[in-house]
């Protein structure tokens, strides 16, 4: 071709969208004798644009990728392409058009590419110092900003409910975060966050930084993308942001938003990036800005953010001592604590020292003083400030600067002030008062423990217990006993301070009040445990104000009465049972003279497990007395008729059978470890164990009871704490945790119970019978005799089983003891594995007897049956046809086992009558 004429040549595009000729295009721009008219390619690509003004075609994305990367290519190279890169960036903003139902899987694999050539613009566009760029600067500003709002366009589209699929009570937002919507996983696949954040880190114009921060906000909603945001370091931008633009854009509100975005969906790397010490500096400008200029209502919803990222971020343990040391917890501090507190302060110039030192106010020297600050009202606004404040303030006391720092500034004087029932209520509604006090509570939850001696000093145990006696919120008195049951563990002043000042009388009488939820009675039993365990006072008291009485009252377990969970309110019941009661003897004779002993039984034959055991280590404990004892051998079940000392036994073969040391005859399996074999067999669902009287059921069954309470726990909406008492008299169950994570602590608590070494709970009914001499009144199955005599091995079993583990031990540390004191193991081993041997005899004996009494029995049942038959037969005239009645037949039927071969004496008409019947496969012969 002439090049004269190839230059003088022009593309024709068509005038719809299908019928853009992509080849000519690319022919026109890669040709050698069209490749410098840079002005015709510009031509050529806006023409395109135009035409598709409505959006491009997705059968047309791969010619569009190659398109737009020879043009960001050519506009690297310095090509004046800004003009047509901004209209195809334009077009790009728009949904994709499909010609067919199939084209987005057809060609949607090209998208990822396609948004990552058009994102890669922005690395030839960023402000620099070069001349070409300065004249061009506007070109290039006008061409971010296009990207920047396509970039938003792709974010924002299908975020509603339409375009989401939400699952059943799943709200939109968790949907998104998630699963994300199609564009957002595809800007996720392209990585682009890297090119945005380059872009943004040096981006100087207003506008595009407005919508490029509206972009990252929407592409923040989407997990993947938001962890993408805090590993390319955009976080630190987004706090330049806001120093740049403190108190007067509404840039603030949407940077805060997406670092409330990142840190709620990449909580780990988001805290981390953030636990620095400038960016704790830049929050404590931020907060001493708005807390002394911040008058607007906008201002106040920038603080409140503020302090939901603050709260965030001291989630993170390592970041609380940042606190302290940039000054921000003196900051937060001044205007944390009430007002009187903060004049007094002011007053006596420790605050202006205290926030100098903290390097948050200038040294101005002496003549200077600290602004007074923006006092906080009872709007809305500030309340939800003053909530987020003392929680963020209690969690950061964990770390020792911060305490020192909230101790000096008399925090908690504060929060109790809050408390004080008696005071006027002031600037605040009812509503409002309630909510304060919730708040102040849950604060005080924390300080509790780690700033005793300053809760202690503020008279905090009074404030509270007024508080709890004066309260007719439900909420309010929830929140009380929560503090006052973490207050009594944190030392023995707490439970004398408490019972000095009448905690226990107050504690009964809301226990014995019927009208009080189920979980404030259980949390009043759960302190009445913890004060009354080794302090006698308390103790005494406890029985003044007829404490023993009301918990003897309520040791039942009858979980269909109410829809609370029956399990964990049964637990503190009998824990305070076993520390208020066990142990002080007057307490013990009123206990047994209203019944206590007797509904402890009746209250183990029918518990759970998890509340057997804990019955079984107060029962422990009661038998050392001596009138207990002979009590616990008159009880008799009301169900069963059977002794406590059979339900007992019944309970130790279950805890075996739980350990998989019993063989099906009833014989241990392992002679080393009596109690705890190595290897214990797995039985099949279901598998029984037939004592004669009983049947105890396996370890599949066992721990599905365990998994049917854990469940249920699960579901329960309990958040208690449950102090339970255990071998060695007390084991804390879950303690110190809010009220959504108690929840999980106690399914937690559940499951490590099924996990619990059953030698605990033997332990504790060998107790039992070694206070009452192994004696019983009523006759025991050989079952029963089984475990009765291993029950009495029981202490040499524990010895046997810890001389093998230190055998062990020393040959796996490759240990060689001396041979004296080898001779002296082995003496010890092989005396207790013949006395276990020995057991092991007498059970095998015991099953033999048992096998002889079962074929004895099967014999004299045989018998019968031929007699019965052989008189019906000798009662009949001759010939007269033996008829069986219905109930005899159904009895064999049942009776007799299925591959037995039976000789009976019966005439023809009988053979023929049971041949009808078939007794599901029995096998007859005639005797001749």
Request: include cysteine.
């Given at each position: 071709?002439d090049?004269?004429k190839?230059?003088?040549?022009t593309v024709t595009?068509?005038?719809a969208p299908?019928e853009v000729?992509?080849g000519?295009?690319?022919?026109l721009?890669?040709?050698?004798?069209?490749?410098?008219?840079v002005?015709?390619?510009v031509?050529?690509i806006?023409?395109l644009?135009?035409?598709c003004?409505?959006g491009?075609?997705?059968?047309h994305?791969?010619?569009?990728?190659?398109?737009?990367?020879?043009?960001?290519e050519?506009f690297?190279?310095?090509?004046d392409l800004?003009?047509?890169l901004?209209?195809?960036?334009r077009v790009?903003?728009?949904p994709?058009?499909?010609?067919?139902?199939?084209?987005?899987?057809?060609?949607?694999h090209?998208?990822p590419?396609?948004?990552k050539g058009?994102?890669?613009v922005l690395?030839?566009t960023?402000?620099?110092a070069?001349?070409?760029?300065q004249?061009r600067?506007?070109?290039?500003?006008?061409?971010?900003i296009e990207?920047?709002?396509t970039?938003a366009c792709w974010?924002r589209f299908?975020?509603?409910?339409?375009?989401?699929?939400l699952?059943p009570?799943?709200?939109?937002?968790?949907?998104?975060?998630?699963s994300g919507?199609p564009?957002l996983?595809?800007?996720?696949q392209s990585n682009?966050?890297d090119a945005v954040?380059?872009?943004?880190?040096?981006?100087d114009?207003?506008?595009?930084?407005?919508i490029?921060?509206?972009?990252?906000?929407d592409?923040?909603?989407y997990?993947?993308l938001?962890?993408q945001?805090?590993n390319?370091?955009?976080i630190?931008?987004l706090v330049?942001v806001i120093r740049?633009n403190?108190?007067g854009?509404?840039?603030l509100?949407?940077a805060?938003?997406?670092?409330?975005?990142?840190l709620e969906?990449?909580?780990?790397g988001a805290?981390e990036?953030?636990g620095?010490?400038e960016?704790?500096?830049?929050?404590?400008d931020?907060m001493?800005?708005v807390?002394?200029r911040?008058?607007?209502?906008k201002?106040?919803i920038?603080?409140?953010?503020?302090?939901?990222?603050?709260?965030?971020i001291s989630?993170?343990v390592e970041?609380r001592?940042l606190?302290?040391?940039?000054?921000?917890?003196?900051?937060?501090l001044?205007?944390?604590v009430?007002?009187?507190?903060?004049?007094?302060l002011l007053?006596?110039g420790?605050?202006?020292?205290?926030?100098r030192e903290?390097?948050?106010?200038?040294?101005?020297?002496?003549?200077a003083?600290?602004?007074?600050?923006i006092p906080l009202?009872?709007t809305q606004?500030?309340?939800?400030?003053r909530?987020?404040?003392?929680g963020t303030l209690?969690r950061?006391?964990?770390s020792?600067?911060?305490?020192?720092?909230?101790?000096?500034c008399?925090?908690?004087?504060?929060?109790?002030?809050?408390?004080?029932a008696?005071?006027?209520?002031?600037?605040?509604?009812?509503?409002?008062?309630?909510?304060v006090?919730?708040?102040a509570?849950?604060?005080?939850f924390?300080?509790?423990?780690y700033?005793?001696?300053?809760?202690?000093?503020?008279q905090?145990?009074?404030?509270?217990?007024q508080?709890?006696?004066?309260?007719?919120?439900?909420e309010?008195?929830?929140?009380?006993l929560?503090?006052l049951q973490?207050a009594?563990r944190?030392?023995?002043h707490f439970?004398?301070?408490?019972?000095q000042l009448g905690a226990?009388?107050t504690?009964v009488?809301l226990?014995?009040d019927?009208d009080?939820?189920m979980?404030?009675?259980?949390?009043?039993?759960?302190?009445?445990?913890?004060?009354c365990?080794e302090?006698?006072e308390n103790a005494?008291?406890?029985r003044k104000?007829d404490g023993v009485?009301?918990?003897r009252?309520?040791?039942?377990?009858?979980p269909?009465e109410t829809?609370d969970?029956?399990?964990f309110?049964?637990?503190?019941?009998v824990?305070c049972?076993w520390?208020?009661?066990?142990g002080?003897?007057k307490?013990?004779?009123?206990f047994?003279?209203?019944?206590?002993l007797f509904?402890?039984?009746?209250c183990l034959?029918v518990a759970?497990?998890l509340?057997?055991?804990?019955?079984i280590g107060?029962?422990?404990d009661l038998m050392?007395y001596?009138?207990a004892a002979k009590?616990?051998t008159?009880?008799?079940?009301q169900?069963?008729?059977k002794?406590a000392l059979?339900?007992l036994?019944?309970l130790?073969?279950?805890e075996?059978?739980?350990?998989?040391n019993l063989?099906?005859?009833g014989?241990i399996r392992?002679?080393?470890q009596?109690l705890n074999?190595?290897?214990p067999p797995?039985?099949a669902?279901g598998e029984l164990?037939?004592?004669g009287?009983?049947?105890?059921?396996s370890t599949s069954?066992?721990a599905g009871?365990?998994?049917?309470?854990?469940?249920?726990a699960?579901t329960?909406?309990?958040?208690?704490?449950v102090?339970?008492a255990?071998?060695?008299r007390?084991?804390?169950?879950?303690e110190?945790?809010?009220?959504?994570?108690?929840q999980?602590?106690?399914?937690q608590?559940?499951?490590?119970?099924?996990e619990q070494d059953?030698?605990?709970?033997?332990?504790?009914?060998?107790?039992?019978?070694?206070c009452i001499?192994f004696?019983?009144?009523?006759t025991?199955?050989i079952a029963?005799?089984q475990q009765m005599?291993l029950?009495?091995?029981?202490?040499?079993?524990?010895?046997l089983?810890?001389?093998?583990k230190?055998q062990?031990?020393?040959a796996?540390?490759g240990?060689k003891p001396?041979?004296?004191?080898?001779?002296w193991?082995?003496d010890c081993v092989?005396?207790r594995?013949?006395?276990?041997a020995?057991?092991q005899?007498?059970?095998k004996?015991l099953?033999e007897e048992?096998?002889?009494?079962?074929?004895?029995?099967?014999e004299r049942?045989?018998?019968?049956?031929?007699g019965?038959a052989?008189?019906?037969r000798?009662?009949?005239?001759p010939?007269?046809p033996l008829?069986?009645?219905s109930?005899?037949s159904?009895m064999?039927?049942?009776?007799?086992p299925?591959?037995l071969l039976?000789?009976l004496l019966?005439s023809p008409?009988l053979s023929k009558?049971l041949?009808?019947r078939?007794?599901g496969?029995?096998?007859l012969?005639r005797?001749?």
């Open positions: 071709m090049p004269e190839a230059g003088a040549t595009i068509a005038s299908d000729d992509f000519a295009i690319m022919e721009m890669t040709s050698k004798y069209t490749i410098d008219l002005d015709r390619h031509a050529a806006r023409k644009c135009k035409v003004c409505n491009f075609l997705l059968k994305l791969e010619a569009l990728v190659d398109l737009l990367h020879l043009a960001v050519r690297a190279e310095g090509q800004a003009q047509a901004c209209d195809f960036t790009a903003s728009q994709f058009v499909s010609c067919k139902t199939s084209d987005m899987i057809t060609y949607g090209h998208l590419a396609f948004i058009l994102v890669s690395t030839y960023l402000p620099g070069s001349e070409a760029r004249e600067k506007a070109m290039f500003e006008r061409l971010r990207v920047a709002h970039l974010a299908g975020l509603d409910e339409d375009s989401v699929e699952l009570n799943q709200p939109l937002i968790q949907a998104v975060a998630d919507t564009n996983r595809i800007l996720r682009v966050m954040s380059a872009s943004f880190r040096s981006e114009s207003p506008e595009s930084i407005v490029t921060l509206g972009a990252i906000r592409m923040s909603l997990r993947p938001a962890c945001i805090t390319c370091g955009l630190s931008n330049h740049v403190l108190l854009s509404d840039v509100l949407v805060a938003e997406v670092l409330w975005n990142v969906l990449d909580w780990d805290t990036a953030l620095q010490e960016v704790i500096e830049s929050f404590r931020f001493n800005a807390l002394t911040g008058y607007r209502f201002d106040k920038f603080r409140n953010d503020m302090m939901v990222l603050l709260m965030y989630k993170r970041n001592t606190f302290a040391s940039t000054g921000l917890m003196a900051l937060l001044s205007y944390a009430s007002e009187a507190r903060r004049r007094e007053q006596s420790f605050l202006e020292k205290y926030l903290a390097r948050v106010l200038p040294d101005l020297g002496d003549g003083k600290a602004s007074k600050g009202t009872n606004e500030d309340m939800e400030f909530t987020l404040l003392w209690a950061c006391c964990s020792e600067p911060c305490a020192e720092a909230a101790v000096q008399g925090f908690v004087e504060s929060l109790l002030e809050c408390l004080d008696e005071a006027p209520p002031e600037k605040w509604s009812q509503e409002q008062r309630r909510q006090q919730l708040e509570l849950s604060s005080l924390q300080l509790v423990q700033v005793p001696d300053a809760f202690m000093e503020a905090g145990n009074a404030m509270v217990l508080l709890l006696q004066a309260t007719r919120s439900r309010v008195q929830k929140k009380c929560h503090l973490v009594v944190m030392g023995p439970a004398e301070n408490l019972g226990v009388g504690l009488e226990f014995t019927k009080n939820p979980t404030s009675r259980q949390m009043c039993a759960s302190v009445l445990a913890t004060m365990k302090y006698p005494r008291e406890f104000k009485e009301a918990m009252d309520e040791v039942v377990y009858r269909g829809t969970n029956h399990l309110y049964s637990l503190c019941v824990d049972v520390n208020a009661v066990v002080t003897r307490n013990e004779i009123r047994l003279d209203a019944g206590g509904a402890l039984l009746d034959e759970p497990m509340l057997k055991r804990q019955i107060c029962l422990a050392e001596k009138k009590l616990f008159q009880w008799n079940s169900v069963t008729m002794g059979r339900l036994l019944e130790w073969q279950c075996q059978q739980a350990a998989g063989a099906p005859d014989v392992d002679l080393e009596p074999p190595r290897a797995t039985l669902l164990i037939d004592d009287d009983s049947t105890v059921t069954r066992f009871k365990f998994r049917h309470a854990k469940n249920f699960d329960a909406g309990t958040g208690t704490s102090t339970t255990s071998h060695g007390t084991q804390k169950a879950f110190k945790a809010p009220a959504s994570a108690q999980r602590q106690g399914s608590w559940l499951s490590s119970g099924i059953p030698a605990f709970c033997r332990a504790k009914i060998y107790a039992v019978l070694k001499g004696e019983c009144q009523e025991l199955s029963e005799r005599e029950v009495k091995l029981f202490p040499m079993a524990v010895e089983e810890m001389w093998i230190v062990e031990s020393l796996n540390r240990i001396v041979s004296a004191d080898r001779q193991i082995e092989v005396e594995r013949d006395q276990a020995w057991v005899n007498i059970q004996k099953a048992r096998q002889t009494e079962e074929e004895a029995s099967l049942f045989y018998k019968d049956l031929r019965r052989q008189i019906q000798m009662t009949q005239p010939g007269y008829h069986l009645g109930k005899d159904d064999w039927h049942e009776r007799l299925r591959t039976c000789p019966v008409s009558f041949a009808a078939s007794f496969g029995l096998t012969q005797e001749s």
